[in-house]
């Protein structure tokens, strides 16, 4: 049997279903918590073990990841009731792959460190549909020898890893590559509606601006989902407003004026205040389809970019 390191998984949403099962899939001992039973039992199929709480999963396992969609969540799950500060041996390790502010990644590492737990923060990048395929891009901020000593289980669910820094490096970086992916949507929207309104071929437009010095990754990516009509990135307005709302903070922070991000802040506002909190966020590009009363659809593009073969 393997020596490697076994892991706690807690928070199996979009994101983190597909991080903790590539971990099963790569033979690590996992025990998962999440509270949707769909969730747990789909990890447990694939041969996770279940546990009951937060505390217990860590209490078997010895370490822990978490990835979660608020640091107010973050914070219930590793110090509230039956939280993993109460299954975590000391010397053990939470591997927090939520985003957060720094701010608050450095007061939860603190949590952890003050009952002899080290702390990484990892949260990843690329989207929902490279974390399926096991081909996302983590960002680490913590001690090196202990990223070293975790590396193992961060390879298994992301193809790159990047060490940025002391705790709270990586919250930086997370939220600046956040920030510049809305910024890029929004401004893939107003290209694709300028090439419909232009009289061009959507899809000969969507292939051009990708060979073009125009491109970004979100056009690639995204840009297919507006123009199939579905929309289904796996990310939220609520979740694109938390991150906008770290940036503008660290804006502040840092003495940063940030004015793009403040004026997209605003649109996804504005989306959130239309289609609710829960609408993907993707469908920010929809404020401009019905401000110019057309939509923005393409034959051959995928629902879903799990499925795309790109």
């Known amino acids: 049997m393997s020596e490697r390191p076994a892991y706690a998984f807690i928070g199996l949403g979009h994101l983190g279903g597909h991080l903790a099962a590539s971990l099963v899939r790569n033979r ?159 401004a893939a929207g107003e290209a694709l509606m300028l090439a419909k309104q232009g009289g061009l071929d959507l899809a000969q437009a969507y292939h051009a601006i990708v060979a073009s010095s125009g491109n970004s990754f979100v056009h690639e990516t995204e840009s297919q989902l507006v123009l199939n009509g579905s929309y289904d990135i796996g990310f939220t307005m609520d979740l694109a407003l938390k991150d906008l709302g770290f940036a503008l903070r660290m804006g502040k922070d840092f003495g940063v004026p940030l004015d793009l991000a403040s004026h997209v802040n605003a649109i996804f506002e504005q989306g959130k205040e239309a289609y609710g909190g829960g609408a993907w966020s993707t469908q920010i590009v929809k404020l401009l389809e019905d401000a110019v009363g057309t939509d923005l659809r393409a034959p051959g593009f995928p629902a879903r970019l799990e499925t795309w073969g790109g």
């Open 28 to 186: 690590f001992d996992v025990t998962v918590f999440d509270r949707d039973p769909a969730a747990v039992e789909r990890l447990v199929g694939l041969g996770a073990s279940a546990a009951d709480s937060p505390a217990e999963a860590a209490a078997r396992a010895g370490n822990a990841i978490s990835c979660l969609p608020s640091p107010k969540v973050s914070e219930t799950v590793l110090a509230g009731p039956g939280g993993l500060l109460e299954g975590l041996p000391a010397g053990g390790a939470w591997i927090e792959m939520s985003t957060n502010g720094r701010d608050e990644i450095v007061r939860l590492a603190a949590l952890a460190s003050a009952k002899g737990i080290e702390t990484l923060e990892c949260p990843v990048t690329g989207g929902v549909h490279l974390a399926a395929a096991g081909k996302i891009t983590a960002l680490v901020g913590g001690d090196g020898a202990l990223y070293e000593r975790h590396r193992p289980a961060i390879e298994a669910m992301c193809a790159k890893s990047f060490l940025m820094g002391p705790i709270g490096s990586a919250a930086v970086i997370k939220v600046i590559t956040n920030m510049l992916a809305f910024i890029h949507l929004v």
